[in-house]
């Protein structure tokens, strides 16, 4: 064997050996039963084909690599943003290990959630007392202030009461009777991430604001001059927020965000271990309610929270992921207005920053074609400022996006001469969108890390924005909100352009006449 103590081989060399090669190739012809070579190649040119991509647009039944993720992803992905919470997901073992290890692969940085590890016994019986033992062991093994339920399918499909599991665990004595446990039923089988953000978010501030599940009197709003900010489920939450707070701190407001994650998916190696760092305190969330406004910046991540918001009395105002110039200056004119204070000088200067940028590099976007999944704000925040740089976003696809979001992003497109050739795909999976890059080819695809199987497929290079980026580290350190967000945005992009012309242009004495120095 190739590996041995004196010549140890990673696995990027060490599957190409010769033992491993021969193995490899010995079960695809005595195991694996593969059709012949000349028979994969004609099936694989014609998926390519406008016939195929007809037939993989009027499935109906089957859905291929979806775009998003489920419920309860992001239902714990609300829970972090509050002091000294824990999400306690009413489940299985197996669907908390998904949700932990996603967040901790994309931030870096471990992610704690309990489970109420419910089994075969619990999907005939119920789970109750799951429910019972788990709260009462994370109550007394973690420490927490505030544990947030959720659910997985199997709690859901048995039509386990969460309401009710709580208030029994607490008359058997599992935690104090006092003790917050907001809840949010947030079943895996429909909605996605998004969904569950919405629906642990509105979870918690109607624990907080309605009488914790009828247990206390209703909070009576006493209006202030506050401002609230829901930031959504953003993988970019560290760098993000922390943009938001400056802005915020430009202006001079008094302000609260909600659901603040940006600082337990970014703890100092000191060594010492936060299970919880930072966030929301439980006391901001409560007088949350007597704010002037909020500001969400996702629209169709908080579909439920901002109508519940609404309805006691605030104000809501709802964005798009705002990116680049002309969503950053909705922000701030939305700030201005709420609060009565000009616009800082500072943060025009990195309007006109921006500007420049874009001017200095128009050249080589304009006219460009692109092709956008992900989630909905964060795709249109993305047209939005493609269409600014005077290039197309021709293709853009969000599977959990549905008939609101496909009218608004056509509205956007109809309001640029540079949007007249492009489309908007809702509830389509990234298996059309390879169809859509082979049929109608664009010069660059911008997504999350699972556009590198279609990156490698149709040849179409892979500008990584989005949620979760798993190949590639601490992206989500950085802004895209603001016009420093927009100004890193615009370097991301224009990278990976140049690696493209690079890569194009490199051979000596064909291609090289355009391997530049100077871009």
Not at 468 to 475: G, L, T
Request: proline letters at 5%; charged letters at 25%; a negative charge.
């Amino acid at each position: 064997m190739s590996q041995n103590a004196e010549k140890v081989l990673d696995h990027f060399n060490l599957f190409r050996e010769p033992e491993y090669t021969n193995l490899f190739e010995n079960k695809r012809k005595e195991f694996e039963f593969m059709p012949p070579d000349a028979q994969v190649e004609e099936v694989r040119e014609w998926v390519k084909t406008e016939e195929y991509k007809e037939k993989n647009f009027a499935r109906e039944a089957l859905v291929v690599n979806p775009a998003k993720a489920c419920q309860p992803l992001g239902a714990v992905f609300a829970a972090v943003g509050f002091e000294g919470t824990i999400p306690f997901v009413h489940g299985s073992q197996g669907c908390v290990a998904y949700y932990r290890s996603h967040f901790s692969r994309h931030f870096k940085e471990p992610t704690s959630c309990v489970s109420s590890s419910m089994t075969e016994d619990a999907a005939v019986f119920g789970g109750l007392n799951n429910m019972i033992d788990g709260l009462a062991n994370t109550y007394n093994m973690y420490k927490p202030k505030m544990i947030a339920v959720s659910t997985t399918c199997m709690a859901e499909v048995i039509g386990d009461d969460l309401n009710a599991f709580i208030k029994t665990s607490k008359e058997k004595g599992s935690i104090p009777a006092e003790f917050d446990v907001p809840f949010a039923h947030t079943p895996a089988f429909v909605g996605s991430h998004i969904t569950g953000y919405d629906n642990v978010m509105k979870g918690i501030l109607q624990h907080f604001w309605d009488g914790k599940a009828g247990t206390v009197e209703p909070l009576v709003r006493q209006p202030n001059e506050s401002i609230n900010f829901l930031g959504g489920f953003d993988g970019y939450t560290v760098g993000n927020l922390r943009e938001i707070k400056r802005i915020f701190g430009l202006f001079g407001i008094d302000y609260t965000i909600i659901g603040d994650n940006s600082d337990v998916w970014d703890t100092p190696t000191d060594g010492e271990f936060r299970m919880y760092d930072g966030g929301t305190t439980l006391e901001q969330a409560a007088n949350a309610l007597h704010a002037k406004a909020t500001i969400s910046m996702q629209e169709f991540c908080t579909e439920k929270t901002l109508p519940f918001i609404a309805e006691h009395g605030q104000e809501v105002v709802a964005l798009n992921h705002p990116i680049g110039v002309k969503g950053t200056d909705k922000f701030l004119m939305e700030i201005s207005r709420l609060t009565g204070k000009p616009i800082p000088a500072e943060l025009e200067k990195e309007r006109g920053r921006l500007v420049d940028a874009i001017a200095d590099s128009t050249a080589h976007i304009h006219g460009q074609k692109f092709a956008i999944y992900g989630d909905p704000d964060l795709c249109y925040g993305l047209a939005e400022f493609l269409l600014e740089l005077g290039a197309e976003p021709t293709h853009v696809l969000a599977t959990n996006g549905g008939k609101a979001w496909e009218k608004k992003m056509q509205a956007l497109f109809d309001s640029s001469p540079f949007g007249k050739n492009c489309k908007v795909y809702p509830g389509r999976d990234l298996w059309h969108m390879r169809s859509l890059l082979f049929t109608d080819p664009v010069d660059f695809l911008i997504g999350n890390t699972y556009g590198k199987y279609l990156e490698r497929d149709t040849g179409t290079p892979l500008i990584r924005i989005g949620f979760p980026i798993f190949d590639r580290h601490h992206k989500h350190r950085y802004p895209v909100w603001g016009y420093q967000g927009g100004l890193n945005v615009l370097v991301w992009i224009l990278d990976r352009m140049f690696d493209a012309i690079d890569a194009n242009t490199n051979i000596p004495a064909k291609t090289d006449y355009s391997f530049d120095i100077i871009r």
